[in-house]
């Protein structure tokens, strides 16, 4: 199976940083898309930013020219760098990587989550 490990999350004050990691590992043959997703208690999770194997992003409207996403394909590593981080963006926030794995099936795998808390 394809396994997503993050890291990077935890207790930051308003205006400040955290940079956010995932790597895939497993029987991956290639990836066709990578992002990262929130959720807040008695919340929907959401999408917060997307990005395809070449290069192609995307953000929801709330953290649009905050956040980053980037990644390193030939580590099948996803990144997200959120700054000016604001109290509405605690969250857990869950890394989620789709593609073929090398036995030719597609795969839709979910990292364990990792606590974003943004304090006033």
């Known amino acids: 199976q394809v396994r997503l490990v993050e890291s990077g999350g935890g207790l930051v004050q308003a205006g400040g940083s955290l940079r956010l990691s995932c790597a895939a590992s497993?029987?991956?043959?290639?990836?066709?898309?990578m992002g990262w997703h929130r959720q807040a208690p008695g919340k929907q999770r959401e999408l917060v930013a997307h990005i395809t194997s070449g290069g192609t992003t995307n953000y929801t409207d709330s953290v649009k020219g905050r956040f980053t996403i980037s990644r390193d394909n030939a580590k099948n590593t996803v990144f997200l760098q959120m700054n000016s981080l604001k109290p509405d963006d605690t969250a857990v926030y869950f890394c989620n990587v789709k593609g073929t794995t090398t036995w030719l099936t597609l795969f839709n795998s979910w990292g364990q989550g990792t606590q974003v808390t943004v304090s006033s």
């Open positions: 497993g029987a991956v043959l290639n990836i066709e898309a």
